[in-house]
């Protein structure tokens, strides 16, 4: 058995194995990508509001608000989304989660997002975990995009023509062939076409299920180094810490916004039990989760305790930091998201064409047989 009969074996049989779950993974993704834009459009009434020239209310003040509406929850973070954009209160409790609307000027409510019943949300959970059990599902999905890494790797030697003047004919679909040829030509070109920026998807996946993956980017960026290091959270005396202080996190609200001026989308972590700090991130900009900076306040009174701005993190910490965005495809705005749901949707296509292809063969051989 030659090295390509070898790995057409490997191939065909790791495919298989995951190509139902790499086709839900791929697909969900797919249907996540324009998730933002879907919503701004569907939601509006809640979702977007009009910009005044006025600061955001204080987070103490949503706080407050979000408490009268849901009393039995508890309020874990406010963000503030853009100038144009309602403001969430996260709460929770033992029973669910609940996501509360304010307009971020008035303090005016808007609308209750329940995470349970949202479709976007169960959209991310099953791409996430498929709907299991976090503990189940996450490592599921983790050991398929491990299997479809292979599976790009491996399909890429299997295209690799042998000779140069091949090539031309490797990279193109045959349109006027028969349909089983057509079938072949398209699961062989696409996925050789899309394999890179997959194989980046794919890795920056991995990160949300594996944490060694997660430290293996900031390593391989930084030489070196720990990153546990880098993201270590101050530590506060709480001999003398009674309770949380409202006031200490519309301290630490303005002083955020004061270091980040030119931020366009904030958030405010309020401390849960004894020992907890506030934290706080800014962006700059709107619906995009890179280049934050953060920043450490004591819970009694809000003095700043750390700060770590996005300038003077390392290059390992900042890429990892850039996952979600590049994952999405939300780095690049429109034009990566629209890159993320092509390739999303072709690498959904490949486990089915690879199936047609493999039922195709197995089918003529037994037909042969008879």
């Known amino acids: 058995m030659g090295f390509k009969t070898k790995i057409r074996f490997l191939h065909k049989w790791l495919g298989l194995i995951s190509g139902l779950i790499v086709f839900i993974i791929s697909i969900t993704g797919c249907i996540f990508c324009f998730h933002d834009e879907i919503k701004d459009i569907t939601r509006k009434e809640w979702r977007l509001v009009e910009p005044q020239n006025i600061p955001f209310l204080l987070p103490s003040v949503l706080e407050e608000k979000a408490k009268e509406i849901v009393p039995k929850n508890k309020v874990s973070m406010i963000s503030y989304y853009g100038k144009n954009r309602s403001a969430i209160a996260y709460t929770y409790s033992d029973t669910e989660n609940q996501y509360l609307y304010f307009n971020p000027y008035t303090g005016k409510y808007l609308k209750t997002e329940n995470p349970k019943t949202d479709f976007f949300i169960i959209i ?6 498929l709907l299991l059990p976090d503990y189940i599902g996450k490592h599921i999905i983790g050991g398929a995009t491990i299997i479809f890494i292979l599976l790009l790797i491996s399909g890429i030697i299997q295209w690799w023509p042998k000779k140069r003047n091949d090539l031309k004919r490797s990279l193109t679909i045959k349109w006027s062939a028969k349909w089983r040829r057509l079938n072949y030509d398209w699961h062989n070109t696409t996925g050789f076409y899309i394999s890179l920026i997959a194989l980046i998807l794919a ?21 070196g180094g720990d990153k546990t290091l880098e993201t270590k959270l101050p530590v506060i005396d709480t001999t003398q810490l009674k309770t949380n202080s409202t ?7 303005i002083q955020t916004t004061k270091l980040q001026p030119n931020a366009e989308m904030l958030f405010v972590l ?19 989760y ?25 290059l390992g910490l900042k890429v990892v930091e850039m996952n979600y965005g590049i994952h999405t495809g939300q780095i690049l705005d429109l034009p990566g998201k629209i890159i993320a749901f092509i390739v999303s949707l072709f690498a959904a296509a490949l486990p089915v064409t690879g199936f047609i292809i493999w039922y195709g063969r197995n089918h003529k051989n037994k037909k042969s047989k008879a």
């Open 270 to 288: 309020i401390p849960q039990q004894k020992g907890d700090i506030i934290s706080t991130g800014a962006y700059p900009h709107t619906l995009r």
């Open 247 to 253: 006031k200490a996190i519309d301290r630490a609200f």
């Open 124 to 129: 991310e959970y099953i791409h996430l975990y």
């Open 203 to 223: 890795i920056t996946g991995l990160t949300f299920t594996y944490e060694w993956v997660d430290d293996g980017i900031y390593k391989s960026f930084n030489f």
């Open 290 to 314: 890179d280049h934050q900076s953060n920043y450490y306040f004591h819970p009694k009174d809000g003095k700043l305790i750390q700060k770590q701005p996005f300038e003077n993190k390392s």
